[in-house]
């Protein structure tokens, strides 16, 4: 409890989010800046996925891209995750085609294959138009999604992935047990039932 409450809360700014789980109203929102080539953030997301915080009726989890390579991301001074830029992007193309979230899933179980081939292998699993998909792997649009993403996180202060900001309190890394991030969402719920509480960060 110590340990989380210390956390700094952030403003996470105001933009609209394009990936977008749970509730309309929530209590509390959990935003991820992630890197799909990053076996960190695949802990991660295989973590929020065992603890069903997406289930919950009181919280929305926004998802924004941070890829560790320095192509789409000038924060980063070097290319540690050479596919991360083109996976974000198809990620948002498929996101484009209303297919963000399965697509997400695969990319996470298949960290060590997302080359270009395999990035339009998935699309055809998920049943995209591959055209349009092919397209828009080099369109503008898709590429100027993530560097939105970056700079909304180089502005929050992220450095690294994952980074989760809960109701504007950053956790870098993530936790180490599924049960953490339930732990965190609840101590969340407490403080804002409390009569002091005061508004926090919204993304």
Do not use: M, W
């Amino acid at each position: 409890y110590a340990f989380y409450v210390s956390q700094p809360v952030t403003d996470v700014g105001a933009g609209e989010a394009r990936h977008v789980e749970g509730a309309a109203k929530p209590v509390v929102t959990i935003v991820e800046y992630s890197d799909f080539e990053c076996p960190y953030c695949g802990r991660a997301f295989a973590d929020l996925q065992r603890a069903q915080i997406a289930s919950e009726p009181d919280i929305r989890i926004v998802f924004r891209n941070f890829p560790l390579n320095s192509d789409c991301n000038p924060q980063i001074r070097s290319q540690p995750h050479a596919h991360a830029c083109q996976a974000a992007v198809a990620a948002e193309c498929a996101g484009a085609q209303g297919k963000f979230p399965g697509f997400r899933a695969i990319l996470f179980q298949h960290q060590d294959a997302l080359d270009t081939p395999s990035l339009v292998g998935y699309a055809a699993r998920l049943g995209l138009d591959q055209t349009e998909f092919e397209r828009c792997l080099t369109s503008p649009a898709a590429a100027a999604a993530v560097a939105e993403d970056v700079a909304a996180g180089a502005a929050a202060g992220v450095t690294s992935t994952p980074t989760f900001f809960i109701n504007g309190r950053r956790i870098a890394g993530g936790f180490q047990r599924p049960e953490h991030y339930r732990y965190a969402i609840a101590i969340e719920r407490d403080l804002l039932s409390r009569p002091s509480a005061s508004p926090t960060a919204k993304p």
